[in-house]
């Protein structure tokens, strides 16, 4: 089942006319077509990628006894009662439907291991704890790759383990297609009755492309197809992969800069919310900051960009210097400035022209993947501690960083 926006999240939501939104209406009608039916389905005896018996079985998803596991569209709550029967698992099965969620409590709603949540998808990963496994029955296609897997890539443990089946080729034959955009698609009711619904069915190497850029490490895609018997060309596409144990990083780009941009700052601001990054128009992670300005202080450059790219503001005062940290970039060497800022006023929000934005607050233990190397590089001389790979670096601290937290 999908995990998608309600209509009153303003965060999420788009409006009306959006593929999301429609796909919630469609699957919340389809529950109320089951639930005036009374329909009544069998307990899981295996997780079914797509058709009965088809697909890899629960091996996929790794170990289970004792994990914490979320069902991301669970739909009724079958395959999430299994996994806590057979397995032990403590499960959340989560779904955007109301009226799922109700099939599913009133099935499943006092097996204990279990908790059903009405919830949107990506809402409900950003503000979970981390989960080793999260799987994903055929909800993927409903659900924008772009909002939902920055929110997956850091709801994961280190370590943990993602599964989830996605259309491939449909029930006419259509197959998938490059661009990442929803398509028009028939969700047929048992009984009679259908819906559209609009779903990212996306080629194989696209969606190995997205996990990627995310930092999840792809470890097996496997074919479901239906039984030899049947003529039905539809097809799914299964993917397991994994967030690494450590952060991973981006380098900058081998292009010189010009010649004043040779140093740059990268601006800490941590509090009981987290830590700041900002998402890159590249798709990476980054600290407020940019370049020195001519006749600029360093403290005064922190500020400056502070204000510009997160409407943020501080004073001069408010900014202790790290240090610096050299690189060289095809022949070109570099100085990033790392400055933790003590105080500020505001909330972070996107500014008009701007490469960055998408402003969030990190807990340090759920940093995301595919961090700019430069502000990795002032994070861990900040926290030497944290579990960040970037390339080498010469630091020189221009003090010592008291106060930095436990």
Do not use: K
């Given at each position: 089942?999908?995990?998608?926006?309600?209509?009153?999240?303003?965060e999420s939501?788009?409006?009306?006319?959006?593929?999301e939104?429609v796909n919630t209406?469609?699957w919340?009608a389809?529950?109320?077509?089951?639930l005036?039916?009374g329909t009544v389905?069998?307990?899981?005896?295996?997780?079914?990628w797509?058709?009965?018996?088809a697909?890899?079985?629960?091996?996929?998803l790794?170990?289970l006894?004792?994990?914490?596991v979320?069902?991301?569209g669970?739909g009724?709550g079958?395959?999430?009662?299994?996994?806590?029967?057979a397995?032990?698992a403590?499960v959340?099965g989560?779904?955007s439907a109301?009226g799922q969620?109700?099939r599913?409590?009133?099935?499943?709603?006092?097996l204990?291991?279990?908790r059903?949540l009405h919830a949107?998808?990506?809402?409900?990963l950003?503000?979970s704890?981390?989960y080793?496994?999260?799987?994903?029955?055929n909800?993927?296609?409903?659900?924008?790759?772009?909002?939902?897997?920055?929110?997956?890539?850091?709801?994961?443990?280190p370590?943990?383990?993602l599964c989830?089946?996605?259309l491939?080729?449909n029930?006419?034959?259509?197959?998938?297609t490059?661009e990442?955009?929803?398509?028009?698609?028939?969700?047929r009711f048992?009984?009679?009755?259908?819906?559209?619904?609009?779903m990212?069915?996306?080629?194989?190497d696209?969606?190995e492309g997205?996990l990627?850029?995310h930092?999840?490490h792809?470890?097996r895609v496997?074919?479901?197809t239906?039984p030899?018997?049947?003529?039905?060309p539809?097809?799914y596409?299964?993917?397991?992969?994994?967030?690494?144990?450590?952060?991973s990083?981006r380098?900058?780009?081998?292009?010189?800069?010009?010649?004043?941009?040779?140093?740059?700052v990268?601006a800490?601001?941590y509090?009981p919310?987290g830590?700041?990054l900002g998402?890159?128009?590249?798709g990476?992670w980054?600290?407020?900051?940019?370049t020195?300005?001519?006749?600029?202080?360093?403290?005064?450059t922190?500020v400056?960009?502070?204000?510009?790219e997160?409407?943020?503001?501080?004073?001069?005062?408010?900014v202790?210097?790290l240090g610096?940290s050299l690189?060289?970039?095809e022949g070109v060497?570099r100085?990033?400035?790392?400055?933790?800022?003590?105080r500020?006023?505001?909330e972070?929000?996107?500014?008009?022209g701007?490469?960055?934005?998408?402003?969030?607050?990190?807990p340090?233990d759920?940093l995301?993947?595919?961090?700019f190397?430069c502000?990795a590089?002032?994070?861990?001389?900040?926290r030497p501690d944290l579990p960040i790979?970037?390339a080498p670096v010469?630091?020189?601290?221009?003090?010592p960083a008291?106060?930095?937290p436990?």
């Open positions: 089942m999908p995990q998608i926006p309600s209509p009153d999240d303003s939501c788009v409006g009306r006319d959006s593929p939104f209406a469609a919340q389809y529950a109320a077509h089951h005036r039916r389905l069998a307990d899981a005896e295996r997780i079914d797509g058709f009965p018996g697909g890899p079985d629960e091996e996929f790794g170990e006894g004792g994990r914490r979320l069902d991301l669970c009724t079958r395959q999430a009662a299994r996994l806590v029967r397995y032990g403590t959340d989560v779904d109301p969620i109700e599913a409590r009133a099935r499943y709603g006092s204990p291991g279990l059903l949107d998808a990506v809402d409900h950003r503000s704890e981390p080793d496994v999260i799987y994903s029955v909800a993927f296609p409903y659900v924008d790759p772009r909002r939902l897997l920055p929110a997956l890539a850091t709801a994961l443990t370590g943990g383990t989830f089946s996605v491939h080729t029930s006419r034959g259509d197959g998938p490059s990442i955009v929803a398509r028009p698609e028939i969700l048992a009984g009679g009755g259908e819906a559209t619904v609009r990212w069915v996306l080629a194989t696209v969606w997205l990627a850029e930092g999840l792809i470890e496997e074919s479901v239906a030899a018997d049947r003529t039905n539809a097809s596409r299964v993917f397991r992969a994994r967030r690494p144990l450590r952060i990083t380098p900058r780009t081998a292009r010189p800069p010009v010649a004043h941009a040779a140093i740059g990268g800490i601001l509090g919310r830590l700041l998402r890159h128009r590249r990476t980054e600290l407020p900051g940019g020195v300005e001519p006749g600029e202080s360093l403290e005064e922190v400056r960009e502070l204000r510009e997160t409407g943020l503001l501080a004073e001069p005062s408010d202790r210097l610096h690189d060289r970039v060497v100085m990033t400035v790392g400055a933790v800022v003590e500020w006023r505001g972070p929000g996107d500014q008009p701007e490469s960055v934005g998408d402003w969030r607050w990190y340090l759920r995301p993947p595919a961090l190397v502000s590089q002032s994070l861990t001389a900040w790979d970037h010469r630091f020189t601290a221009y003090a008291p106060g930095a436990e």
